[in-house]
């Protein structure tokens, strides 16, 4: 067994979407946790949740600081403190249409937040790295499945910002063999925590999917836009492989496990997805079937630089995490539909 309180995983971005989650897993499964993260988009209260939702036992394994990666002192006081045996690198932004009109804003979180890191993890001899890549560095790919080595490529600022990402990480793995780096690509992550207490909660508008129904199911956007109806696919929309954040979670502590175990990982890629394809169509009708909601949708035309079909290969982590996405998409709407019906306005109730 390798997890135990004495090891300790710094996460950072752990207040957002996938990283409360992965927090809960991690304190369960034995691990102490330090999280660092700016609340550019999240806030205090999802913290506050997920110690509600581990207990008073496993929360005083948890470690909260406010701070950002663009900043290194924030980095060097934490590191300077406190001995982490491993970083689980969430933070960063994730909005594609805000990268096109912001690209300098990327750049600057994206890249720099995690140069910083790098840094200052050498500096105090921290060497081991779970990183949030994503499915958008497949571009518009040649095959489905995606398999890890297929070619890569950018679409816009936001996968540029993994794209290259991913290559520092090859470069410093290469340069610098001590450091043993996984490189998470995740499909579409979407559900809730099981307790209905933590989830997805975007400010302004959302621009994916599940959080869009969502909205639409509890009264605060009238109806969806499906972007694509026409597309070659077996009901016209778009195709994509929706994968639940508590199997995304726990994927995290698969990898995890895996750099403290396997010494030559080097720098290693793995697609979390549960390599099945679900069109926008099949989407909304699991989402209304859960909900007994009734979403109503209006057809527009596909939003640019969409892929038509894009699902995951999932051989690799299967065999080499050991790691197999356990839920589908019925129990991605039910847990969705139990966080949203539970919080309709999301952390910080109704402005
Ligand atoms: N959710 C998705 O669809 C998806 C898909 C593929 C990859 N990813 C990647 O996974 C990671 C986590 O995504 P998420 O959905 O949980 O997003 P999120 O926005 O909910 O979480 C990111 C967290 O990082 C924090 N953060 C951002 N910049 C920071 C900085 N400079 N310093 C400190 N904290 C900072 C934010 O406040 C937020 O709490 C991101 O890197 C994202 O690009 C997400
Ligand atoms: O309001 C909406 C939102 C989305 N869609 C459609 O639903 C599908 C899924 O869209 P999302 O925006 O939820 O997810 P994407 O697959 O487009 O991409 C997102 O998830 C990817 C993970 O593979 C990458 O991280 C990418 O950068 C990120 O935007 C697409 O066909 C899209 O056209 C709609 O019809 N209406």
Redesign the pocket.
């Known amino acids: 067994m390798v997890s135990s309180s004495s090891q300790k995983i710094l996460v ?9 989650h992965t927090v809960v897993q991690l304190l369960k499964g034995g691990f102490s946790v330090s999280i ?7 806030v205090m209260e ?1 913290v506050d949740r997920v110690r509600e939702v581990v207990g008073p036992h496993l929360s005083q394994n948890l470690e909260f600081t406010q ?5 290194r002192d ?1 980095l060097e006081k934490l590191f300077s403190k406190t001995t982490f045996d491993a970083v689980i ?6 909005a594609v249409a805000e990268s096109v009109a912001k690209p300098r804003r990327y750049f600057d ?2 890249l720099v ?1 995690t140069i910083n890191l790098y840094e200052v993890m050498a500096k105090y001899n921290c060497k081991k790295m779970v990183f ?5 560095v497949y571009g518009q790919p040649e095959k489905i499945p995606c398999e890890e080595d297929f070619k890569l490529q950018a679409m816009n600022p ?1 996968g540029r910002t ?1 794209l290259f990402l991913e290559e520092i990480a090859r470069d410093i793995q290469k340069a610098e063999p001590e450091w043993r780096i996984v490189l998470l ?5 979407v559900g809730a925590h099981e307790s209905g207490k933590l989830g ?3 400010k302004g508008i959302p621009n ?1 999917l599940m959080p869009y129904i969502q909205q639409v199911a509890v009264g605060r956007l009238p109806e969806l836009n499906v972007y694509g109806y026409d597309y070659p696919t077996r009901d016209g929309s778009a195709i994509r492989d929706y994968i639940h954040v508590m199997d995304l979670a726990d994927g995290h502590i698969a990898a995890l496990r895996k750099l403290f175990t396997m010494e030559n990982i080097g720098c290693t890629a793995y697609n979390l997805g549960t390599g099945r394809g679900t069109s926008v169509f099949e989407m909304v009708a699991a989402f209304e079937k859960a909900s007994g909601k009734n979403i109503p949708i209006k057809l527009c035309p596909k939003r640019p630089g969409d892929a038509t079909e894009v699902y995951a290969s999932t051989e690799k982590a299967e065999k080499e995490l050991g790691w197999k996405a356990k839920y589908g998409v019925e129990e991605m709407c039910r847990d969705q539909w139990n966080w949203a019906k539970n919080n309709p306005w999301g952390y910080a109730g109704k402005p």
């Open positions: 950072t971005g752990g207040a957002g979407f996938i990283g409360t660092i993260d700016n609340f550019d988009n999240s999802a701070g950002d990666l663009r900043n924030d690198h969430f933070a960063g932004l994730k979180f994206n937040g949030s890549s994503s499915a958008t936001y993994k690509r995740y499909f579409n992550p997805e909660d975007p994916n």
